[in-house]
């Protein structure tokens, strides 16, 4: 017999049940993300080296990577980071049998984080409620089973309501939207355990000015998108509504990454004669800053940071 379920409820249960999505797969597989890419993590080095400064250079030095994939980001920042920084990756996959010995895997966040806090696509992959206006103009949640058909549920409680009033109003019968507070509740749990230093978020999202009316609810397998099944077998995500999550600033990677001194230029042709091994590794880490900063792709993205530097102990 079919059984429908709230969204959050069908997510969870997918993407890291037992046997679930996240359990199982190897996100490159499916999807390309910004830490795969070692050029990002030249910039990340710079970042993390900007709050050690400001920090003044504690004795140990946190980077936690939280929803870290197959590890790739720290494994690049292992080769640029000196021993006194600790690499710790949060994720419920078993550890990659190729990662560098320094990087702790993890399963649960650090009670405590001196340094930087990174989640990359983590807010996307939270799992979320939907509401749904149905033929009559009331809020319901939407239900969905595990073949990915749909169905209006209950009316919407008074805590979601009052999110959807503020952040994302819906009135007319079809209009959908994906419920932030989980989000909001995994960044404040994220930026709470930061004794001082930055976390840092990293996903697509939208403004109150340019919501999707029909939400953003998609899956991912082997490359491309396809309809958002809860079975386990597809990645399932959903933008982040980025003016409700509580930082201090947010601003596109395009923007974040060249402030960081990301190579976006190619170099000069004429350097293919002078130097042709140099410019073979400066054109290919052009490209892939090109890829970083598209502004119709990963470009997109949202950074939203929070920092403190009053160090408090845990």
């Not at 970042?47 to 050690?52: F, G, K, R, S, W």
């Given at each position: 017999?079919?059984?429908?379920?709230?969204?959050?409820?069908?997510?969870?249960?997918?993407?890291?049940?037992?046997?679930?999505?996240?359990?199982?797969?190897?996100?490159?597989?499916?999807?390309?993300?910004?830490?795969?890419?070692?050029?990002?993590?030249?910039?990340?080095?710079?970042?993390?080296?900007?709050?050690?400064?400001?920090?003044?250079?504690?004795?140990?030095?946190?980077?936690?990577?939280?929803?870290?994939?197959?590890?790739?980001?720290?494994?690049?920042?292992?080769?640029?980071?000196?021993?006194?920084?600790?690499?710790?990756?949060?994720?419920?996959?078993?550890?990659?049998?190729?990662?560098?010995?320094?990087?702790?895997?993890?399963?649960?966040?650090?009670?405590?984080?001196?340094?930087?806090?990174?989640?990359?696509?983590?807010?996307?992959?939270?799992?979320?409620?939907?509401?749904?206006?149905?033929?009559?103009?009331?809020?319901?949640?939407?239900?969905?089973?595990?073949?990915?058909?749909?169905?209006?549920?209950?009316?919407?409680?008074?805590?979601?309501?009052?999110?959807?009033?503020?952040?994302?109003?819906?009135?007319?019968?079809?209009?959908?939207?994906?419920?932030?507070?989980?989000?909001?509740?995994?960044?404040?749990?994220?930026?709470?355990?930061?004794?001082?230093?930055?976390?840092?978020?990293?996903?697509?999202?939208?403004?109150?000015?340019?919501?999707?009316?029909?939400?953003?609810?998609?899956?991912?397998?082997?490359?491309?998108?396809?309809?958002?099944?809860?079975?386990?077998?597809?990645?399932?995500?959903?933008?982040?509504?980025?003016?409700?999550?509580?930082?201090?600033?947010?601003?596109?990677?395009?923007?974040?990454?060249?402030?960081?001194?990301?190579?976006?230029?190619?170099?000069?042709?004429?350097?293919?004669?002078?130097?042709?091994?140099?410019?073979?590794?400066?054109?290919?880490?052009?490209?892939?800053?090109?890829?970083?900063?598209?502004?119709?792709g990963l470009g997109a993205h949202w950074w939203m940071l929070h920092s403190?530097?009053?160090?408090?102990?845990?």
């Amino acid at each position: 017999m079919t059984q429908f379920t709230r969204w959050s409820d069908a997510m969870e249960r997918a993407l890291y049940g037992p046997g679930g999505f996240y359990r199982r797969e190897v996100p490159y597989y499916h999807f390309s993300t910004s830490a795969q890419a070692p050029v990002f993590a030249e910039a990340i080095a710079r970042l993390a080296e900007q709050v050690d400064v400001a920090l003044g250079r504690p004795a140990t030095f946190d980077v936690v990577d939280v929803g870290a994939g197959n590890g790739e980001l720290l494994g690049h920042l292992a080769a640029m980071l000196d021993d006194r920084v600790r690499l710790v990756a949060v994720e419920r996959r078993p550890r990659p049998s190729d990662l560098p010995d320094r990087v702790r895997w993890e399963t649960k966040i650090p009670q405590v984080v001196t340094g930087l806090l990174i989640a990359c696509e983590l807010l996307d992959n939270v799992p979320c409620d939907v509401a749904v206006v149905d033929t009559s103009g009331e809020l319901r949640y939407e239900e969905v089973d595990e073949t990915g058909a749909t169905r209006p549920g209950a009316p919407v409680g008074d805590a979601d309501a009052k999110w959807l009033a503020q952040w994302w109003p819906l009135s007319v019968p079809g209009q959908r939207a994906e419920i932030g507070l989980s989000r909001e509740a995994m960044w404040r749990k994220l930026t709470g355990r930061l004794a001082a230093g930055t976390a840092l978020a990293i996903d697509y999202g939208h403004e109150r000015s340019n919501r999707p009316p029909a939400g953003s609810m998609a899956g991912f397998l082997n490359g491309r998108q396809v309809r958002p099944v809860p079975d386990g077998t597809c990645d399932i995500t959903a933008h982040v509504a980025v003016d409700a999550i509580p930082c201090e600033r947010t601003q596109r990677q395009r923007e974040a990454l060249k402030a960081l001194g990301l190579p976006i230029e190619r170099p000069q042709l004429a350097q293919a004669y002078r130097d042709p091994t140099g410019y073979a590794m400066d054109l290919a880490r052009a490209s892939a800053a090109g890829r970083l900063t598209d502004p119709t792709g990963l470009g997109a993205h949202w950074w939203m940071l929070h920092s403190t530097w009053r160090r408090r102990s845990g």
